[in-house]
């Protein structure tokens, strides 16, 4: 049995043994809460769920689950919470009785899944009622097209900047390549992940036009994914989520949460734009991207700072993370 893994590390720039840890311990927290889950049912329902002490024991093992494990398991959480025994228990059974296991990463379109965990992930994915967020799947001419686009970057990347490469596919072991319904949403994304679907990653193949974009929209969402690993134990801030304040990446005003993720992710961004630019591998239009990206993500980062001054409330966690960011910035700013 693992013992508690305790994260002290909140340098700002990727570290791929913590990020490892961050990984391992949402396993850990997982199976916690698992066994949780397993001794009330069988104290309150007088039922046991055959094959979930196996699966406590695979995750405690050190294995890797997809996404859509996690998934099932808030599913199946909420179901019991809301006392729909039935509903839980379905999900349980989906969760035991289909693969689980992953080995290194996935990158698919979202009709590869199966047509179960489509729908599973678009609900996951949509749960801010003031921001729907409506993913489907690639048309069929064009996906293949955005799948090679992120496989090219991807392979860039452990080229330019092996340290990001390493901590984002310790963190993340699905990408899915999605567009936005425009049938049903007024604005359209650059990417997103979801803390109820730990280790997948969702690009818009439509919005990454070459392996810059893609590179800079990988810095992006797996940062926010490396957030979500943080804070298991602890708030980034206190602030209400009913304050709302002007975004640095949304149009519309967001909680302080979502501005502390906007500006921790943009710090990010520039790091990987200038790690690019120094690797001295990019041709002159790709440096061209890259130091527009550069100079957006800069002013961004400080207005969106200015805000988080101002308003947040920052816990002991949200400030050592953020020190960082800020220290590297500061280097650039006029």
């Known amino acids: 049995m693992h013992t508690p893994v305790k994260i002290t590390d ?5 570290n791929v043994e913590r990020a490892r840890l961050l990984n391992l311990r949402m396993h850990l ?19 046991e769920i055959l094959g979930l002490g196996s699966l406590i024991e695979d995750l405690r093992s050190g294995h890797r689950l997809s996404p859509r494990a996690f998934g099932l398991y808030y599913e199946a959480a909420s179901g019991l919470i809301d ?3 039935k509903e839980a228990f379905d999900q349980f059974n989906i969760l035991l009785n289909q693969k689980n296991l992953l080995r290194g990463l996935e990158v698919l379109t979202l009709n590869e899944l199966d047509i179960k965990d489509i729908g599973l992930y678009q609900k996951l994915m949509n749960t801010d009622p003031e921001a729907p967020f409506y993913i489907i799947s690639p048309p069929e001419d064009v996906a293949q097209d955005y799948l090679l686009r ?10 330019t900047i092996p340290s990001l490469a390493n901590e984002f596919e310790s963190i993340v072991n699905q990408v899915v390549l999605v567009i936005g319904d425009k049938s049903k949403m007024s604005y359209d994304f650059a990417g997103g992940s979801c803390y ?19 590179i800079h929209g990988i810095a992006h969402e797996s940062a926010h994914s490396l957030l979500f690993g943080f804070t298991i134990d602890e708030l980034l801030v206190t602030n209400s989520d009913e304050e709302k304040y002007s975004s640095p990446l949304r149009d519309d005003p967001r909680p302080m949460d979502g501005i502390y993720h906007s500006v921790f ?46 308003h947040g409330q920052l ?6 993370l953020m020190d960082g960011a800020y220290q590297y910035m500061v280097t650039f700013k006029n």
């Open 10 to 14: 909140f340098s700002f720039e990727p």
């Open 29 to 47: 927290e997982l199976a916690k809460s698992l066994e949780h889950l397993d001794s009330a049912i069988k104290r309150d329902l007088n039922k």
């Open 83 to 85: 006392e729909d025994i």
């Open 150 to 159: 992120f496989k090219n970057a991807h392979s860039r990347l452990k080229k």
């Open 196 to 214: 109820m679907l730990w280790g997948a990653l969702f690009i818009n193949g439509a919005l990454h036009k070459n392996d810059i974009e893609m």
């Open 265 to 310: 992710v943009l710090a990010r961004m520039h790091w990987a734009m200038t790690q690019l630019i120094n690797s001295n591998m990019l041709n002159k239009d790709e440096e061209e991207i890259a130091k527009n990206f550069q100079s957006t993500d800069l002013d961004s980062f400080f207005n969106g700072y200015e805000a988080l001054k101002k």
């Open 315 to 320: 816990t002991n966690l949200g400030k050592a």
